[in-house]
C-alpha cells in the first residue's frame, strides 16, 4: 500500500472535525472521497498533506510520515482555488514548480506543454485575472500536475467547468493516473466519482460511513433497481411484497427491491398489466447510496 | 535551488519590479539632489534681486553718504537715496508701490530714525538699516567725546562666553546641535523604514492568503521557512533601496553646487559627519526591522481579507509612533531619563538608542545590550511568529481580531 492513513483523528478544540479515519488507497488508484459539506474532507486531505497534524493516528505514504521532504512528489489542488491574480501564469507555474523543487528548466518545458494539452498555450503571458474562471481552473489543475508528482490531491477539480472543459481535465488526470501517478479527489458530482474511480469512501461527521471498491459498495448495499417502461398505472407493483421504494417516473417507475426473486415476481405482474417496453435491473447508483448513507442528499 | 532562496527571490523580484517602488525610489533619490542644491537654487533666485532703493529723508544732508557706506560695509542690497519728497508724498508711493521702504532721519545728539515700510514683515531690511544708523550714532557719539578708532574698538570688545556641560556624556554644544540634524534625518528614515516595509509584509502575506495561493504554497514549503524567505526578502528589498537612497544622498551632497560648512547644512550637522553613526542607523534599521517585520507577518497571518490589515496593524503602529515621539521628543534632552530607559525597551529600541547613541557619548554596553535585548526579542516572536503563522494561513473566518492568535496558535499546533 502506498497511501495510509492510520486511525487519524482530528479535533479543534471541543469539535472532532475527522473521527477515527482509516483509509488504504495503492499506489497507482484513483479514490474518491464523497461528504457533505464539513464532512471533513478538506481536513483530512490537509493531514494527508501535513498541514495539519492528526489529533491522533497518523498518515503514512510509502511508510514513512509525509513531512516537507515529501514535497516534490506530491501535488494539490485545493477546493478554494488559489493563484496570484497580478502574476503572469507562465511565471506563476515554474514559480510554483520550482517550490516543489523542480528545476527551472524542467518547469519551463513541462509548463509549455501544459498549456498546450489544454489548448491555452496563448495564456502563458497573460496575469491570472484577466482568464475566465474555467482558464484559471486549468491553470490550478496544471499547478498541482506540473511537477510530475507521484500523489495527488484533487479537492472538486471539476466543480464550476463547462463539460468540454470537464472531459479535457478528465482525460487528463486519467493520463497521469495511467503513468502510475497515486489520486486521490473529492468531487460535487457523484457520476465523475463513478466514472474516474476504483475506489471511494463517504464521508459523514468524520467517518467513513462507507468504503471500498465502488463494485463492492454497490454489491454490499443489498439493494438494487428495477426499472420499467410501460404506459399503464403502475401503482399495483409498488405494493408487492419485497419493494422498498416505489418512485412514479414520466414513463414508468423505478422500484427499490432487495431481493433478486422480488424482480421476477414484479416482472411477472407488469406482464399482466399490458404492454412492457423496457426491463432492467439496475445496480444503485451512488447518489442513491450517498443519500442513504449519510440521510441527506448532496449539496 | 533552495526553495528558501526561490521565495526569497520571488519576494524580492515582485516588489522590486513594481511601478509604485520603481517610482518611489526616483522621486526619493531625485529629492537628496534637490535638498543638496537647495542653498544654490535659492541663491540663484535671490541674486536676481534687485538693489532696494531707500529714499532718505534728511533735513542735514550729511547722513546719507554715512548710512550709505555703512549699509555697503554690511553687505546690504539696500541703496539709500536722499529724496526732496515730502513724507505724505512718499507714504502715496509706498501705497502705489513704486517705493520699498523710506528712512525719515534726524540730527542731533541723539540720531533719531524712523523707518517706514510696506509691510512690517521686513524684518531683515528694517535690521540692516537699524544697525546703519546705530554705528553712525557710535561714530558721532565717539568722535563728539573725542575717542580714537582705537579706544572705540576697544569700548565694544566681545566678551568670552562658553557653554560647557558637566555631564561625561554630553557632547559640547557645538557637537549636539552638529549631530542633531544628521541624527533627526536618520531617525525618519528609520522609522519610515520601520512602517513601510513590515506593512509591505503585511499586505504581502494577506494578499496571498485572500488570494487563498497561501495553502498551495505551505502545502509546498513549510510556512515557517516561507515567513521568514519573505522577511528576508523584502528586507532585502529594504537594504536596496536605503543603499540607492544613501548613494543618491553621497553624490547629491558630493557634487552639490552648495558649500556644506556653511548656512543651512552646517546647522543639519552634515559637515562634520561620523561613520560610526551611520553604521548604527543601518544596524538599528535592520534590527527594527526584523522586530516589526515578524510582527508584521504574523497579524497578516490572521486576516483573510487584504482590508483587514490596517485594522489589525494599528497596535502595532501605536508601537512605532510612541518610539517616534519619543525619540522626536529626546533629540532636544537625549540625557532625559524617560530616553533612557526606553532606550532598552525592544519595540523603541531602535528608534530611541539611535538617538542616544548618535548624540550622547555613551559606554558601549549600553547599545550593545538594547542590542542583545532586541536580538532576544526578534528571535522570542520568531518563534512565536512561526507558531501563529502556520496555523493563521490556514484560518479563514469573518472575525479578525488579535484575539485570533490564540485560535491560530491551536490550529497550528503539533498535536
Known amino acids: 500500500m502506498t497511501l495510509f492513513v492510520d486511525h487519524a483523528t482530528k479535533k479543534f478544540g471541543e469539535f472532532t472535525a475527522v473521527d477515527d479515519l482509516s483509509l488504504k488507497i495503492e499506489e497507482g488508484q484513483m479514490h474518491g472521497f464523497l461528504g457533505a459539506n464539513g464532512a ?24 514513512k510520515p509525509i513531512t516537507y521532504d515529501s514535497s516534490p512528489f506530491i501535488g494539490y489542488l485545493p477546493e478554494e482555488r488559489g493563484l496570484y491574480p497580478k502574476m503572469k501564469v507562465e511565471d506563476q507555474l515554474i514559480y510554483l514548480a520550482q517550490l516543489r523543487k523542480m528545476s527551472k528548466e524542467d518547469a519551463k518545458k513541462e509548463t509549455a506543454a501544459w498549456l498546450e494539452r489544454f489548448e491555452v498555450p496563448h495564456y502563458a503571458g497573460k496575469k491570472v485575472e ?15 500536475l506540473v511537477h510530475k508528482p507521484s500523489l495527488i490531491i484533487l479537492d472538486e477539480p471539476f466543480s464550476g467547468l463547462d463539460p468540454v472543459n470537464v472531459e479535457i481535465l478528465k ?100 406482464m399482466k398489466l399490458g404492454q412492457l417496453r423496457h426491463f432492467s435491473i439496475e445496480e444503485p447508483s451512488l447518489e442513491e447510496i450517498f443519500i442513504a448513507k449519510v440521510g441527506k442528499a448532496y449539496e | 535551488m533552495n526553495s528558501f532562496w526561490i521565495i526569497f527571490k520571488q519576494a524580492f523580484m515582485t516588489k522590486a519590479r513594481t511601478k509604485s517602488f520603481i517610482i518611489t525610489t526616483i522621486i526619493v533619490a531625485a529629492a537628496f539632489f534637490l535638498l543638496a542644491n537647495l542653498p544654490a537654487i535659492i541663491e540663484s533666485f535671490a541674486g536676481d534681486e534687485e538693489s532696494q532703493v531707500l529714499h532718505v529723508v534728511d533735513d542735514s544732508g550729511e547722513l546719507v553718504p554715512q548710512l550709505q557706506a555703512q549699509l555697503e560695509q554690511a553687505d546690504s542690497n539696500i541703496q539709500a537715496m536722499p ?87 554630553a557632547k559640547t554644544e557645538e557637537e549636539l546641535s552638529q549631530a542633531r540634524g544628521l541624527v533627526y534625518v536618520l531617525i525618519l528614515l ?33 510556512p515557517v521557512k516561507h515567513m521568514f524567505a519573505k522577511i528576508l526578502g523584502i528586507g532585502t528589498l529594504g537594504i536596496v533601496q536605503m543603499m540607492i537612497f544613501g548613494i543618491a544622498g553621497y553624490f547629491a551632497f558630493r557634487t552639490s553646487a552648495s558649500d556644506m560648512t556653511e548656512g543651512f547644512f552646517s546647522v543639519m550637522g552634515f559637515s562634520d ?19 516589526y517585520a515578524v510582527l508584521a507577518a504574523l497579524l497578516g497571518s490572521l486576516v483573510s481579507r487584504t482590508e483587514d490589515v490596517q485594522q489589525l496593524m494599528l497596535p502595532m503602529m501605536f508601537l512605532i509612533i510612541i518610539a517616534s515621539f519619543i525619540a522626536f521628543s529626546g533629540i532636544g534632552m537625549p540625557d532625559a531619563g524617560y530616553v533612557t530607559v526606553t532606550s532598552f525597551i525592544p519595540f523603541f529600541a531602535p528608534l530611541v538608542m539611535f538617538l542616544r547613541v548618535g548624540m550622547l557619548d555613551i559606554p558601549l554596553w549600553e547599545p550593545l545590550l538594547s542590542i542583545a535585548i532586541m536580538l532576544v526579542t526578534i528571535g522570542i516572536l520568531g518563534w512565536f511568529g512561526a507558531r501563529v503563522y502556520r496555523g493563521g494561513v490556514l484560518m479563514y473566518g469573518s472575525s479578525q481580531s488579535l484575539k485570533d492568535i490564540g485560535k491560530a496558535i491551536t490550529l497550528g499546533n503539533k498535536k
Open chain 1, 40 to 63: 471533513g474532507k478538506t481536513t483530512t486531505f490537509r493531514m494527508i498533506l501535513g498541514l495539519l497534524d492528526p489529533t491522533q493516528g497518523r498518515v503514512t505514504w510509502k511508510d
Open chain 1, 130 to 144: 484577466e482568464l475566465s474562471k474555467g482558464n484559471q481552473q486549468k491553470i490550478q489543475l496544471i499547478a498541482s
Open chain 1, 171 to 270: 482525460r487528463a488526470i486519467l493520463d497521469v493516473q495511467k503513468q502510475g501517478a497515486t489520486i486521490v479527489f473529492s468531487s460535487h458530482r457523484m457520476d465523475h466519482v463513478e466514472e474516474l474511480c476504483d475506489d471511494m469512501s463517504i464521508l459523514d461527521h468524520g467517518k467513513v460511513v462507507v468504503g471500498g471498491s465502488i463494485r463492492e459498495v454497490k454489491r454490499n448495499f443489498g439493494k438494487q433497481n428495477v426499472r420499467l417502461k410501460m404506459d399503464q398505472d403502475l401503482d399495483s407493483l409498488g405494493r408487492l411484497p419485497g419493494v422498498e421504494k416505489y418512485t412514479d417516473l414520466i414513463d414508468g417507475a423505478l422500484l427499490q427491491i432487495t431481493e433478486e426473486s422480488t424482480a421476477q415476481r414484479i416482472l411477472n405482474e407488469a
Open chain 2, 83 to 169: 529724496t526732496d519728497l515730502s513724507e505724505d508724498e512718499l507714504q502715496e508711493g509706498i501705497a502705489e508701490g513704486t517705493i520699498d521702504a523710506y528712512l525719515v532721519i534726524e540730527g542731533g545728539d541723539a540720531l533719531s530714525a524712523r523707518y517706514i515700510s510696506e509691510s512690517a514683515n521686513e524684518i531683515g531690511a528694517g535690521a540692516d538699516v537699524e544697525n546703519a544708523v546705530q554705528a553712525i550714532q557710535t561714530a558721532l557719539t565717539a568722535e563728539r567725546l573725542g575717542l580714537s578708532g582705537a579706544e572705540v574698538g576697544e569700548l565694544f570688545l566681545p566678551a568670552s562666553f562658553e557653554r560647557e556641560a558637566v555631564s561625561d556624556s
Open chain 2, 190 to 222: 528609520i522609522y519610515v523604514a520601520v512602517i513601510y516595509y513590515p506593512n509591505m509584509i503585511a499586505m504581502e502575506v494577506a494578499n496571498e492568503k485572500s488570494s487563498r495561493v497561501m495553502e498551495i504554497l505551505i502545502s509546498s514549503v513549510s
Open chain 2, 273 to 291: 559627519i561620523k561613520v560610526s553613526t551611520f553604521l548604527f542607523a543601518i544596524l538599528f534599521f535592520l534590527l527594527g526591522y526584523f522586530l
